[in-house]
């Protein structure tokens, strides 16, 4: 089992700056995928950033210049740091991960951090 627990959401005025953590724990081999979701109130919970084991990353449009992901695979946290935020950035953030366990790949969510921007 892996168990995600993210960290960092609050409220912030627009053009400010925050920081999310997600911390994973339990029974694993290895991270495989670790990416960032949100969910707006009355919308579908949608992509913000992924990242890869090898390294890679991906971003939505509407992110690209302002957030960062980011992990540290020895800690098995993943990271987002939000720059320039914008009140449309307000919602639910949430971490999701694939881990490799010895029975094949597992998937996880984290319970969610609230993002609030003020404009």
């Known amino acids: 089992q892996v168990q995600l627990v993210e960290s960092g959401g609050g409220l912030v005025q627009a053009e400010g700056s925050l920081t999310l953590s997600c911390a994973a724990s339990?029974?694993?081999?290895?991270?495989?995928?670790m990416n960032w979701y949100r969910q707006a109130p009355g919308k579908q919970r949608e992509l913000v950033a992924g990242s890869s084991r090898r390294g890679t990353t991906n971003y939505a449009d509407s992110v690209k210049g302002r957030f960062t992901i980011s992990r540290d695979n020895a800690k098995k946290t993943a990271y987002l740091r939000m720059n320039s935020l914008k009140p449309e950035d307000t919602a639910v953030y949430y971490c999701y991960a694939v881990v490799q366990s010895d029975s094949g790949p597992r998937t996880a969510w984290g319970q969610g951090t609230q993002v609030t921007v003020s404009s």
């Open positions: 339990g029974t694993f081999l290895d991270i495989i995928v």
